[in-house]
């Protein structure tokens, strides 16, 4: 399957998102109402993403197609990981990105004041270790100063989801919720 990036110097271009049972894409209609939020709230030039539980890396990426300076990856799976490199070179994006093949959970213990501007979390959607990866992230100040996260949730653990991140999603599209967390 392909996916295409929707706006920045990457424009129409396509990815490849491998066929497997541990991804799970965002659709064209979440990206494009996420990145629609996002480019109302902050200006991607310049600025440090973390894509984390990257997948075929399409929010990453995005972002840099809008300006982002560096995004560091978070992915796991070989297929997938593998898959994602071959989609950065595929944008000649290399020097720009960064590939963690580890747990999310391993990355968000290991670094401190990482200062990024922008997490993107899309996990698994009945995948529970995002809680873990959330505190973490907060406690070890992954956050920039004024940096915050989005996550992406089923609606299906909106009550688990806003019991564990303490706060209601901010955007509902389809099955899909959307949370914002800041790092203080």
């Known amino acids: 399957m392909k996916m295409r990036i929707i706006s920045g110097e990457f424009k129409g271009r396509r990815i490849n998102v491998p066929d497997s049972k541990f991804i799970r894409p965002t659709t064209d209609r ?15 030039e310049n600025r440090k993403v973390l894509d984390i539980y990257a997948g075929s890396g399409s929010l990453g990426l995005e972002c840099l197609s809008r300006g982002a300076s560096e995004i560091h990856f978070v ?42 501007d922008l997490i993107i979390a899309d996990p698994p959607f009945f995948k529970d270790d995002i809680y873990k990866v959330v505190e973490n992230l907060v406690i070890n100040k992954y956050f920039a100063e004024d ?38």
């Open 147 to 184: 940096g915050f996260m989005i996550i992406e949730r089923s609606i299906q653990t909106k009550e688990k989801d806003i019991d564990n991140f303490k706060v209601e999603p901010f955007k509902i599209i389809g099955d899909s919720c959307l949370y914002e967390i800041t790092g203080k």
């Open 75 to 116: 992915e796991r799976n070989f297929q997938i990981y593998k898959n994602l490199q071959e989609n950065i070179n595929s944008l000649n994006a290399a020097e720009n990105c960064k590939i963690y093949k580890m747990e999310a959970v391993k990355y968000s213990q290991m670094f401190e004041n990482l200062d990024y």
């Open 30 to 44: 979440v990206r494009e109402t996420l990145f629609n939020l996002l480019n109302n709230r902050i200006d991607f």
